[in-house]
């Protein structure tokens, strides 16, 4: 009984990876489209491909090859990666991220343990899964195939998968004797 007990206030995950585009900082941030423009942009000025063609090549290229520069290097150009990223990602808006004080409260809160993928792509996440990650799909809170967990938000993390705390938070009341009972209940409206 004893080591049931000690199983099941383990921790989790030892580690959450997470993507960053549209997953930590939101879409209407506005990066993703720019990076979108900057990687046609390249297109044109550094491959010389028609401005007409790029949006249906682009599309068809992630479909594909998982990233339009890896469908790029797939079909025979030959371009620097370092130049690339420098010039899709290096001219980014970062400065429209501003800092989320919830966000890092949340996050510096989080007790880490096994490895948690989180990610707002549905292909990613299933690549995660055949790797053997446990899997957090951030955007919709639709499961899909290969997600074990969908968030609307990664802010809904605490309430979506409250066990990521719940093991440290065991541990924390019996090492410092911290009861589960209220000493006096109150009311709150927000």
Sequence with gaps: MEDIYRQSQRPKCDCLLFDLDDTLYPLSS?????CRKNIGDYMVEKLGIEPSKIEDLCNLLYKNYGTTMAGLRAIGYDFDYD?????VHGRLPYENLKPDPVLRSL???????????FEDSVRNI????????????????QRVKGADYALESIHNL?????????????????????SDKVAVETSVTA
Excluded: C, N
């Excluded at 506005?30 to 720019?34: D, L, N, R, S, T």
């Excluded at 130049?83 to 010039?87: D, G, L, N, V």
């Excluded at 007790?111 to 993928?117: A, G, Q, V």
């Design 30 to 34: 506005g990066i993703a489209k720019e």
């Design 83 to 87: 130049e690339y990223h420098s010039f």
């Design 107 to 117: 996050l510096l809160s989080l007790p880490y343990r096994k490895i948690l993928f």
């Design 126 to 141: 299933q690549a995660g899964k055949r790797l053997g990650l446990h899997t957090v799909l951030v955007g919709t809170s």
């Design 158 to 178: 605490r309430d979506a998968i409250p066990q990521l705390w719940e093991a440290s938070e065991i541990m924390k009341k019996s090492e410092v004797g911290i």
